[in-house]
């Protein structure tokens, strides 16, 4: 029964109307979009074709160096997509059973509990990661409990990339939570009881029922929380004390350090190209035989 | 202690320098002077700098003293930002604090003005060896507003020798300071200790010295704990890290009271870097600007700045009037001697070769 | 070939009440907080039968079958399953298979799969669980559906998915809530036919949840009228039509005219009552509840059926025979049903009578029975349904 | 299913009552663990906001994160503290206006988006999608070089002089905002009931009508969500507002990194912490507004915050 | 009072089929994509009476609404409302409302503002608002819930305020999507008897939606039955019932026991054919379609109605007299239904017959009418239906 909220009769007046109407409303975004979104990206394609000029900059010309570079230079490419890939998982380990609680354990306090999971995000997230500086700190209460735990008489967590992973999954967890806990809030809980009845134990049934159909969900929250860590430089720069080098940290190097624009683009055009791509393919891969668009990347 | 400099509160209960800046006669004339020679004072600034990088008290004694009513203050946390914004043709600010190697690539794309020195009378008080220096040959473009060293922090309990030279320095990070240095975040920093350790000079962009130097850093690359140009103090302070490639300016901050904190210039010798005030091409406001570039060379002005950020000042007249204790620090102002060894750093961002060791650098985790 | 779907169909006959009861539900309460949903609940199902719980909303039916299922747990008394107390044993370890309301099929797997699902858990095997999905589906009518996704199927195709999907298991007990609900008219009457037919067929006990009274009456070996979570009567279509105890059962099953009143005088033995209703009609009639001891001055409520009466246009006045009852009256509507008139009609003595008329011969309306005409409405004794309650 | 078969699965239930409490022995395991791990996924997500906190009321007068003792004074100097008021009104007076405009773009992109057809759609979908993928900091320089060329063409032209500030940190900020609002109502707008819209029409209400007394109401908890988030990100964005920031635009995380150079005093501690107290005020408001706006449109559970956090 | 409730009901009677028709639908079709959901419709609804569209899911029942509502535009033909043509008036300027089938109450408003809803856009102001309101609910039975939230309500409750905030706008033409459809069954016969008041009592035109035949025959003056976007015959209850066109609505309206065959002899004045039927069986009847030319040989369905059907056990053949048909056959089964009981009878000549008899004496089952009894199956050539499509 798809109806359009305003009915079109076929009077030229009334539908001329309509037209101006509908551009009105896509106007202001669709403007800003090309001005402020598409505009830069040409820009960058133009850069990552330049070269540096002698004060760093750039400078027009028409070289694939920058290209070449790009890809002989790929490493911190890799590590950011490890990065990315762990911290994913991770936010999925940790966020899932609470998504899950949320949804059918939390009973009363749900609306609180999920405030909860939204107030971090209102505390300066660079507070909030020099904050980790102190608790996973040499002299700091959980590295003592891992010494003792261990034996070993120093753990370093700072400056490694566990620290570093810790930091991205505290970083964009809540992202991962949101949407797995609205598709299990969604979720018909009679197909639960079903499956149930047909024998599934719990374990069964949450692999086989919840999980199914957590997907949507399940892709949004991915999505939602690899994209940042791809392009994350601040985290290694605090908690992995400048020795995890990702994609965004390289970003800055060839930006800001080098002031080299033209490669920095190139590795830009780069990053965005093969996230566009396995993004794209992500989901295409998830909608196989769906029905239409159950699974959107938001 | 100094590091609470870094709150107005506790600076304002420090030694009232509005006072004594307007009981300074020459300042006072120079001010009428400079007014004088190009119409009336703005009564806006706009200044692009580093972080607490003036006195508060200097910035109150300025605006009562000119008229000034509104001082605005912004902050970037690299040379690179600053340049970042100006090639961009971002603008709208008076004064900026580059440090001094970036200077000629800024006058040579046009982000300076030519100061004019009859509006500037107390430049008379700048040590001549901070003049005519390559950055700047004439002294056209900049002021010497502050300068330092780069060099070895250590905690001389928390390490057997104590280092001389480069050489000492990687032995420790390979040795006993394993896990425990940090590096500045600073590739033209870094870049300073294999240069040096080879003999090389500093600012070398000839590819054989690079790539000796190359292996050096990769050598070390995995012994290190950090590269970090903000908390390094604070690391050593905590005994996290017993050895630094770093500044001086940490010393009297996040290591105030470590007892055995300790900073040499390696006798291979390493590069000072000098931060200058500088004019931007499309000021708004020069008159004001003028007035301020000249009213914080007064000697007490000047003063209250070192005893306020703890670096060295090029300014010769404001020595006596500094806290005897900071003036005292070697590691503030080093010795004649030690400054002969030091090199002006330069721009070398160019050099791509850098850029790929850097990285090449950043990312060595060693195994 | 549909026989040959499920190769061990029972033996026993569907309506052996005396067999060994599948399900025993011994005094059996259900709170939620305040609310109580099923109240000492008593209840033996037959192997074999077609049990139906027919009530009102809200009366309890599905928490009675959610607690057989395992998916609520008795406040009070206990449930035998096959003779075993099954308290504590979770639902998915307990023999029983429920068809849901709204079928609750998994949309992320096709028929096939969803079918397959029970046989999968106790890990049958490929081939096994092939064989046995393609012979449940063919049983149900849909062989050839298997890779079908569920969303893209008619309601009343995604209903015998569930059925197969449940039936697939060979549950002792066979749950059904309200599953024809869904359905328009014309397909749920096809359904419930096959239903029967199926039941028949396996010779699984169902328990089926309605609150369509014809459904309940088509289809059951055994209605069970619930009201409030209380059970009212249970027994046969014939039983329950023919004998209700109480108002609440004759109203719910069937239409009745109601008449209350009190009785005269009642015979013990025959359980015979002579009624004088509140009209102040004199009326004979039997007490339909056993249980009860109807005395002298009791009041009472008389029903009759509608199609049990019958009207006459009221010339010529014949004389009101022994056991029978005749009262004048005037028709205020008729409603045409096509097989069947409803006739409305305004009495003096026992307010509005409804009279139902098959239409056996031609058209609907006849002579001398428009609105407004005079008739006569009358009925046997035997048609006289005294209710004590 | 024969008898035979039947007794056997009773059998196992009655003979083996170990099976059935191994079983529930599970379920409480289960329970137990959900609740664990929520607990330390809590805790996980707050511990850093509690030591934040503390140190706020460190009475240490240095950059330390040693405690030394209880004490107001931090709280007292950022309030006194005049770079941090510009910050603060800086932050406020950037995430604000950026709140409405991508508010108001995204809702009205929503509405339109479902107005026209494939292509269109399509193509918006993949500039949201973009302007979501790219990173910061290549957005941020793109913009910065955009921005300032189009002013140096816009002063050749006009001799109007158009410098970066407030202004130009908004319209940055507003880009990803849109995409993000944009996706909220669209969400929303994809539940919702159309029927409704046509028993407006039904009932005499012209289109705009419609809109306001229907379309808009339902589409509230998602606007409103859009709106807290959109102010959420502009108010804690940094790389972006580093590089279109102007003369006395410097937001407050502009003033933590800095602080940060030198080593995070308590009055960052201080002001993160009133943030946060503000931010709670500000969702109790935002709590009360719904609940009353619900009493009035009678969703079966009162929208909470948490709902409409929930949206996207 | 309810009467009162609006002050100016229409006084033209509601069956005035000859009156100036309130809706015109002209060969109206409508084509989505490739589905022809509605197909060259020609349609004239009466002032005042209640019409209803009646057909299998699909057959375009709602479309043609939406299309008089002005939620779809005819793709060809055109629609006249109260004698003027309405194309490209958009819905809120056509004075006509509708019942839709979830009831589509605004959930963020109390009963009142839902009902109120339609006025406020007319902005009558608020005392004459809440006036009409008051009378909208007291018609429909729900004065002092105008605070209550909509979703507190039962279904048949809100399907009363649905009705209310149609009706309080007085429209020429009240639109009904299977109001009922969301009702359980006690419920809905309720109702359908109260609608039916309330259109008497109001006047109002009705265009009701359904798919459930009963519920048309019980409340419709004219009922239109849909097959795939055709009209396929249209007229009062009992018209359609007593004589249904074609096999399809035979089969929709009521049950029929269908004898395909051809076409021996007719006479074209009376229209009465006898038919062969395939089972080899003499038959005589009227061809129930006058639009229809019948001729020797055309194949034909004879149908006939349950109830129209007798079975007699068999001993003692009663001479088959004339009129009559009369052939042997054995009960396969007998389902009791309360007021009736439904026998499946197998016949040599004529297949399974249903028989539906009223049990007007007594329990369902009676002597010698058991499962697998020899009976007499008889009617007369009166109940035969003679369908030439
Ligand atoms: N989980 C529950 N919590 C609280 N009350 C409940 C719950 N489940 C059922 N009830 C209440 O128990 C009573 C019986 O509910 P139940 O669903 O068994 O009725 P029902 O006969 O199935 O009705 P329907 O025909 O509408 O399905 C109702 O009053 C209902 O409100
Ligand atoms: N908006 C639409 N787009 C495409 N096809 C449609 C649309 N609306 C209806 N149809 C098709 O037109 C045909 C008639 O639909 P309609 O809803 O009128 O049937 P109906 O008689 O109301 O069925 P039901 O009794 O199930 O409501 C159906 O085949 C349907 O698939
Ligand atoms: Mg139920
Ligand atoms: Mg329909």
Known sequence: ?298 | SPGSSASPAVSAAAPTTAGSAAATPEASAAASASAAAAGPIESELFMYNWSEYISLDNIEAFKAKYGVTTFKYDIYDSNDVLLAKLQAGATGYDIAAPTAEYVPGMVEQGFLQKLDKSRLPNLVNIDPKFKGLWWDPNDEYQIPKDFGTTGVLYRETMIPTVPKTWKDFYDLIKGPASGKTVFVDSMGDVFVFPLKMLGFSANSVVKEELDQARTILLDVAPHLLALDSNKYGEKMAKGEASLALGWTGVLTQDMADTPDKGYVVPTEGSIFWLDTWVLLAEAPHPNAAYAFLDFIQDPAIQAEETNYNNYGTPNDKAKPLVDPKVLADPAVFPPDAVFALLEGSQDTSASTQRTDIWEEFKQHRGG | MAASALPEPRRDPPTASDAAPDVEIIGVTKRFGDVTAVDRMDLRIARGAFYSLLGPSGCGKTTTLRMIAGFEQPTEGEILLAGAPIAGVPPYQRNVNTVFQHYALFPHMDVARNVGYGLRQKRIGKAEEARRVGEALTLVRLDGYGARRTWEMSGGQQQRVALARALVNRPTVLLLDEPLGALDLKLRKEMQLELKALQREVGITFVYVTHDQEEALTMSDTIVVMRDGLIQQQGGPTELYERPVNRFVADFIGTSNFMPGTIEEVDPATRLAAVRTDGGLAIRGRVTDDAATPAIGDAVTVATRPERLEAVPAEGHLPSTEGWTAIPGRIHQGTYLGDTTEFRIQTDLAGELIVRRQNATGAGASAGMGPGDPVLVRWRDAANLVLVA | MTAPAVARAAGRDVRRPAARRRIDRWGALVEVYFRAHAALTYAFLFLPILVVVVLAFNATTRATTNWEGFSLRWFGIALGDEVVQSALSNSFWIAVPNAFLATAFGTMAALGLQRVGKRIRLGFDVLTYMSIIVPEIVIALATLILFATTFDAIESWTGIKLKFGRETIIAAHVLFNTSLVLLLVRARLSGMDRTLVDASADLFATPWRTFRQITFPQLLPAIVAGFLLSFTFSFDDFVITTFVSGPGSSTLPLFIFGQVKRGVTPETNAVATMMLAFTLAMLLVGQLVLAWQARRSGRRSAASMAQIVTEG
């Open chain 1, 1 to 298: 029964m798809a109806t359009p909220t305003v009915p079109a009769p076929p009077r030229a007046g009334t539908r001329f109307r309509n037209g101006l109407l509908t551009t009105a409303l896509l106007l202001p975004a669709g403007l800003w979009y090309l001005v402020l979104l598409v505009a830069p990206l040409v820009i960058i394609v133009v850069f990552s074709f330049g070269t540096r000029a002698k004060n760093g900059g750039y400078a027009p010309d028409f070289v694939l160096d920058n290209y070449i570079r790009a890809f002989q230079r790929a490493d911190p490419f890799v590590t950011s997509l490890q990065m990315a890939v762990f911290g994913t998982i991770g936010c999925l380990l940790v966020g899932l059973p609470l998504a899950y609680f949320l949804a059918t354990r939390a009973g009363r306090h749900k609306g609180v509990l999920i405030l909860l999971l939204v107030i971090p995000f209102w505390t300066s997230f660079l507070i909030r990661t020099y904050a980790w500086l102190l608790i996973l700190g040499p002299d700091s209460g959980v590295a003592g409990v891992l010494q003792s735990l261990t034996g070993a008489e120093k753990i370093q967590i700072l400056g490694t990339p566990v620290a570093v992973m810790i930091g991205l999954i505290y970083g964009y967890l809540p992202l991962m939570v949101f949407p797995l806990y609205v598709t299990l809030e969604r979720m018909d809980r009679s197909l639960l009881e079903a499956s149930k009845d047909l024998g599934a134990g719990r374990w069964g049934t949450f692999r086989q029922v919840t999980l199914p159909i957590a997907l949507p969900g399940l892709v949004t929250g991915s999505i939602l929380v690899f994209i940042p860590m791809m392009g994350e430089y601040v985290i290694p720069q605090i908690l992995g004390y400048g020795r995890t080098y990702l994609m965004g940290n390289a970003l800055m190097t060839d930006f800001l350090e080098a002031r080299n624009w033209p490669s920095g683009s190139a590795r830009a055009v780069f990053l965005i190209v093969i996230m566009v791509v396995t993004i794209a393919g992500y989901v295409w891969f998830l909608n196989r035989g769906r029905r239409t668009r159950e699974v959107s990347v938001l």
